[in-house]
């Protein structure tokens, strides 16, 4: 019932920038957190940030002073702003809401290379 679509993936050079979207479909309450998770190959999932309903913001140690998370005008959309991108950083981000339930999106692919 509940779907979380993210866009904004693609391919970037090292030092570029991307901003992904997530919005969420099916629902009209407000979900209590929603954030974003990244995994690479190989390598467990982990998470990047999270914003709650009341704005509070959480980072992933690696991302802060670079990745900026904000919450869109409509109802249960939020964004990722990703400045100053590495190899490291490419990875599957997921889009991740928590309500009565877990709900995860299906993935944004974000390449880094020359």
């Known amino acids: 019932q509940v779907q979380l679509v993210e866009s904004g993936g693609g391919l970037v050079q090292p030092g570029g920038s991307l901003r992904l979207s997530c919005a969420a479909s099916?629902?009209?309450?407000?979900?209590?957190?929603m954030g974003w998770y990244r995994q690479a190959t190989g390598k467990q999932r982990e998470l990047v940030a999270t914003?709650?309903?009341?704005?509070?913001?959480n980072y992933g140690d690696s991302v802060k002073g670079r990745f900026t998370i904000s919450r869109g005008n409509v109802t249960n959309t939020v964004f990722l702003q990703m400045n100053n991108l590495n190899p490291e950083n490419a990875a599957g981000y997921y889009c991740h809401a928590q309500g009565p339930d877990d709900h995860w999106g299906q993935g944004a692919q974000v390449t880094v290379s020359s």
């Open positions: 914003i709650t309903s009341g704005g509070t913001t």
């Open positions: 099916g629902i009209l309450s407000r979900f209590y957190v």
